[in-house]
């Protein structure tokens, strides 16, 4: 890693087809937006012969879409995939979007992925949503490293970088968090920085020159080795911690020399079992160079250090109907299991579906099973059909390049999976298998949108099927309360990008419209209503009279109908339709022409005429006598509660309660979460938290999760209710 000896790609540049797993390295890139991520991607295909210096593919000379794939990725809100060859290995580079509305994209790629490469700036640090990632890759024990960036800034300090990342990484062993490397630093400029030309491996305590665009080694100077002894036998003590060798530790202690070999040995396999976590350091390539500084090292790392997809366990598979199934862990003759990591819409060749194989072999124009989730609750349809797999390809920025098939641990994008979404799991047909799903955050920012002309109309349903399709962390909702179509987003961003896709990808323009929250309606006490609908105009006439009583019920009681007529005042054929009357009018409100609940209407009396009485009479005069029983009693507005749950750093519980109580909220408890973090509990009126999502984000800088469910519904203070009144009569 680094420290063996010098690599050059030779047969390296964009990956083929892999033959065999263990020649395979799955490796996520995660740092916040601005971090560097994309640029280190090309600085990587670059040194890896992907790209010449003239972002050119070589092969053949045919211009590539790379540079103009790398500025759209630097504003990228999705999972990127770019594969390259380095010594032998297919790498596949999975790049995230570093903006927090886009964790879904994140999740995806950490699904996909066997380690994952943190990125992080030497002149911004390290951020809240960074760590909590760590946290996420903690949990699953995903091998990690760390790759310092912008170390060109003037305030770069790669030093204080690297304490900075083994405090917020390294927990309770901050030595877990070292260094392979130290930069070397050239001649000041005139403003009095140095800029970093080359690296010193510290278990090699071998020079690697960059200055001149290609990495050279080199035999330092004897004013370096001083320079290096502590962070050297710091990094040596830190592998020996992690050996499984218990008497490496003795051996040097008692003074004895520990060979690099085994060092290396010992280091590569605590990164593979995530128990050490080296930190590197990386710059782009300066123009016209061939090799961006530590590129090599990190390259080195990824295939010496980062684990095959052999080491990976095998995921937890049942059948589509819920038996257990054993499936043996990256089999290429085993049976297929593969999984949907990310779904996109190609205006060429219509959906393509990024897929990572855990089992057997994919091969084009193979027919596979598609099992789903069904996540409905989202828009997406439980999936259980076969369907023709299509070409098979390795993606480099627009072009694609034709695989003749893909193993198990390697990753392909397929062409014309049109039902297969993201998530689902692709099997043989004749024998079904369903993977566990991955978690995806909850979205819970609302766009409520209408279609903006006719024409825009009868594309919507098809624009935000597709929309959905592609993105399981947005939820269309069609609310049949206040008869909006909603998406629910996890941010602005995510917001905004869904309003661009289904403008620009699939021709519909729509206009967003203010949130609506399903308010309802009650009585605060007891009241009368008496409906007459009597009217004669030639032929026959329209009778009916009817008396109610209405009276408030418990909450969530919903409406209950009594019937207490005595004498047959009202003929027993109508009282049905009495009920149906009411039943009616309290679904379109009484005040505010929000649904009526929780009451108890009891019909007392009424009459009837042999000829003129009918049911839609007795249907209208139930509804006026409510009416009339409303207009005589005090209204209540009532409107849903969320039970909302907080998840925020200790630094910020203060603000979090504060702004609760700001939206009306009550905090019914908190309790320690551990890490450092509290878990604030609290019921917050709906109409209060429709940004809450955007709100929390800013208030804790990026730190905080929420969630929210449905409580009940309460009445709202009075000059709420009758500001919400007054509109409602305006419009």
Known sequence: MGDKANAHPGAAGRATAADHPASVRNVVLVGHSGSGKTTLVEALALTAGAVNRAGRVEDGGTVSDYDEIEHRQ??????????????????????????????????????????????VSASDGVDGSTRMVWEECAAVGMPRAIVVTHLEAAR???DEMTRICAEAFGG????????LYLPLHGEEGPDGHAPVTGLIGLLSQQLFDYSSGERKEAEPGPEQLPLIEEARNRLIEGIIAESEDETLMDRYLGGAEIDLKTLVDDLERAVARGTFFPVLAAAPAAEG?????????????????????????APTVTTPDGAAREVRACDPDGPLLAEVVKTASDPYVGRVSLVRVFSGTLRPDATVHVSGHGLTDRGHEDHDVDERVGALSAPFGKQQRALTHCIAGDL??????????????????????????????????PLAIQAHSKADEDKLSQGLGRLVAEDPTMRLEQNQNTHQVVLWCLGEAHADVALER????????????????????????????????????GGHGQFAICEIEVEPLPNGSGIEFVDKVVGGAVPRQFIPSVEKGVRAQAAKGVAAGHPLIDVRITLLDGKAHSVDSSDAAFQTAGALALREAAADARIHLLEPVAEVTVLVGDDYVGAVMSDLSGRRGRVVGTEQAGGGRTLV???????EIGRYAVDLRSLSHGTARFSRTYARHEPMPPQIAERIREQAQEA
């Open 74 to 119: 630097q504003r990228s809100v999705q999972l990127s995939l770019v594969p390259v060859d380095w010594d032998g290995y297919k790498i596949n580079i999975l790049d995230t979007p570093g903006y927090a509305d886009f964790v879904g994209e994140l999740r995806a790629g950490l699904r996909a992925a066997d380690a994952a490469l943190f990125v």
């Open 156 to 158: 770069a300090d790669f």
């Open 172 to 179: 309770d062993d901050p030595d877990a968090v070292l260094p």
């Open 289 to 313: 160079a061939r090799q961006g500084l530590g590129t090599v090292e990190l390259l080195e790392l990824i295939t010496g250090g980062f684990p095959t997809p052999l080491e990976r366990a």
């Open 412 to 445: 392909a994008c397929v062409a014309k999976l049109n039902r297969a979404e993201t998530g689902d799991t692709l099997s043989a047909k004749d024998d079904p298998l369903l993977m566990e799903p991955w978690q995806m955050p909850d979205p819970l920012l």
């Open 502 to 537: 289904l403008r620009n990808r699939y021709g519909v323009q729509v206009d967003v419209i203010p949130y609506k929250v399903s308010l309802r309606e009650t009585f605060a006490g007891r009241s009368a209503g008496r409906g007459r609908h009597v009217k004669q105009s």
């Open 681 to 687: 509990r609290a019921e917050v009126p709906e109409i």
